[in-house]
């Protein structure tokens, strides 16, 4: 067997279409035009480039964005200051606290900080709370783009065994609260779990979120399975360059499962659509608006 490979980039770059034909219907009929403000503290490159493609994004589905850039030795005050001024702009729609904060600064206290309602990355306990509890609220991009994802493979996901390898609060936890919306079956797996291997070769959906570069091989995993990869990690490559792969062993996967996401050109270009779908959704409600059909 080998796996169709699920393409992150096509699939992300449709989305975005279909949010920049909402957000010019949103402009014309309402003239409102959905705001992002990014905040980045510190010099960490990652996370400039991140914010540089993030700001991109949103340019190209004709939305605005604002980059708030902050030295490493801001105070924590001064930081809370520039996120109660955010959730008090009505022209700002969507605030995005890009992780993590240098030392010294408490990155729990700043996101409950953030508005629920401006939170695009949907990680306020309210939102978590209104997740868990199946009510209308922002939902983190990661695990949102991953259902996207395992559904450009099959149009239901009802009645499937599903385990999610990884049980943070930013990918494995509402993984697991999205996958129950959608009717699956779900198992959740972490570091104390016994017998991972036979718990993943049971899995109609294996989501694999753990940080371990490689970790999950071909033999754990279920003939025909749709494995969704979620993992990015840095390994050394040729000629002293490093390059990326994902939690999953890629090639052994590819022998056995039917579909998987690649590392990189997978989950990654979703995170980032769906933080413009979660703008997109948020400049909506401000209006009082029904959820945009996207």
């Keep these: 067997m080998t796996a169709t490979i699920i393409d992150g980039k096509a ?45 991109k994004s949103t340019a190209d589905a004709g939305m605005l964005s604002t980059d708030h850039r902050l030295p490493a030795h801001t105070s924590q ?4 200051a520039l996120i109660e001024n955010l959730n008090a702009d009505p022209g700002v ?21 953030i508005d629920p309602d401006k939170d695009v990355d949907g990680f306020h306990p309210l939102n978590a709370g209104r997740l868990a509890s199946g009510l209308p609220g922002l939902v983190p991009c990661t695990p949102r783009g991953c259902i996207i994802l395992a559904k450009s493979v099959h149009a239901s996901l009802a009645g499937m065994n599903a385990a999610v390898v990884g049980r943070s609060n930013i990918v494995g936890k509402p993984l697991a609260q999205l996958l129950l919306a959608e009717n699956a079956t779900v198992t959740i797996a972490h570091s104390k779990t016994r017998d991972l291997a036979a718990l993943c070769r049971r899995a109609d959906l294996l989501f694999v979120a753990i940080g371990r570069a490689a970790m999950i091989r071909g033999e754990w995993i279920k003939p025909g399975a749709t494995v969704i990869d979620v993992g990015i990690n840095r390994v050394p490559g040729e000629a002293g360059k490093s390059r990326l792969i994902g939690d999953v062993d890629f090639e052994e996967a590819c022998s056995v499962a039917g579909a998987i996401t690649p590392v990189p050109g997978g989950v990654g270009p979703m995170t980032i659509a769906c933080v413009m779908l979660n703008t997109l959704r948020a400049a909506y409600a401000s209006a009082g608006l029904p959820e945009p059909l996207v």
Excluded at 18 to 46: F, M, N, T, W
Excluded at 77 to 80: E, F
Excluded at 97 to 112: E, I, R, T, V
């Design 93 to 113: 729609h969507g605030i995005l606290l890009q992780l993590p904060l240098p030392a010294g600064l408490d990155s729990g206290a700043a996101l409950q900080a």
């Design 11 to 55: 699939i992300a770059a449709a989305l975005r279409a279909k949010i920049a034909q909402a957000v010019r219907a949103l402009a014309k009929d309402h003239g409102i035009v959905p705001h992002l403000a990014v905040i980045l503290v510190g010099e960490d490159s990652a996370s400039a480039v991140y914010v540089r493609t993030k700001t």
């Design 77 to 80: 005050g001064a930081l809370l």
